[in-house]
């Protein structure tokens, strides 16, 4: 009787963390003013003297089934973030929500149940596997760590992952030296996948492939999304790929998020300024373009130092639309247009949000010299012609509301003039009596 007792409160365990499961839509993950500060400290006593602002300051939120693309430059804070969220890393502020519960100071202990439901690729497919354990034990630590016993056994498990990743499962007692980059990547994620977690951050999950083998591990991750109900969070470089895989796209500088939109708005039109240069530097394979003009946006220097950022738009010292309010004023993270959030006060197709402030610092100037004429007067023209869409809309609603009191005024008009004879026979009366008064007079 006791068994099945226990049989019951196990089953019904079960079932209350399958019904806790977010449906496809909701949000998964929940990142609220997230920051991660590194100590930069010197002399005898260690004291700090600085710090290097990797992260500082992200919102976003994942939804449950999405696959979250993450894109910029090499020293924007990307794999922090992605470490941050799988508490690799504690954050030094803000916080993280994983299915509603808060994770953002959980220890080791805390952690270890949610390993399951959380894990990571690594980008650096040699640091990332003990040198020591053969693949068979590799991949098959998270099931003893977690004391899962899959059915047929561990072995049998590891040589189904390591065949469904691509691998040969006769390799299970090989170590990682015998296996080239690519390959150790494959081990990596099937690792990731063994206990068939909920969420999955990979950073720079095919930069070490071949190009002839991404896009087998990126349809690879695609189908295992499908049979897995997986959510992704791909950290890339390359924007082909992000485009391949993602819904929504984040796009990064110096440690903050200046556009999150999803794929089809961002690729189509970018309103950040920084966006637009990534996607201009994206190659076109037609040679019919070979002796045409490019139009790639190049920037003015580097990414300035996280140990001191740019006060206001972090990007201003190497737009070439920055003004004064850029230099002084940090633009928030706003919804612009449905689904496409933006910080910058003088944003790619659409209306100008500080239109007021038009004298350009002297970095734009320079930076502007950098674009072609053809990109400066396509950007004007299409802020422009947004402006003019905002104004028309702004008058219609105005000749609108104007027909409806001109109406409210004819049906006055018609009212009145039923009182019209009376009030003309009025008149005429006292026209009469007046000119009966000057003649007696």
Known sequence: MSENAEDKEVKAAGAATLSKDAAPGETLLKVTGLQKHFPIKKGLFQRQVGAVRAVDGLDFEVRSGETLGVVGESGCGKSTMGRLITRL???????????????????????????????????????????????????????????????????????????????????????????????????GIARALALKPKLVVADEPVSALDVSIQAQVVNLMDDLQEELGLTYVIIAHDLSVVRHVSDRIAVMYLGKIVELADRESLYKAPMHPYTKALMSAVPIPDPRRKNAKSERILLKGDVPSPISPPSGCRFHTRCWKATEICR???????????????????????????????????????????VADEVLAESAETSAAVAAELAEEDTSEESTSEESTSEEATSEASTSETSAPEAAASDESTEETGSQESTDK
């Not at 954050?91 to 959980?106: M, R, S, V, W, Y």
């Open 328 to 370: 002084t004023t940090e633009p928030a993270l706003l919804e612009l247009k449905p689904g496409q959030r933006v910080a910058c006060h003088h944003p790619e197709n659409f209306e100008d949000q500080a239109p007021q402030d038009t004298v350009l610092l002297t970095a734009a100037k320079e930076a502007a010299e950098l």
């Open 89 to 187: 890393l504690e954050p030094t502020a803000g916080q993280i929500e994983f299915e509603g519960k808060d994770i953002t100071h959980l220890g080791v202990g805390g952690m270890r149940p949610m390993r399951r439901d959380v894990q990571m690729i690594f980008q650096d497919p040699y640091s990332s596997l003990n040198p020591r354990h053969t693949i068979g034990t590799i991949v098959g630590a998270p099931f003893r760590l977690q004391g899962v016993e899959p059915e047929g056994g561990i072995k049998k498990e590891v040589q189904r992952l390591l065949s469904v990743v691509g691998l040969n499962p006769e390799h299970y007692n090989r170590y990682p030296h015998e296996f080239s980059g690519g390959q150790r990547q494959r081990i």
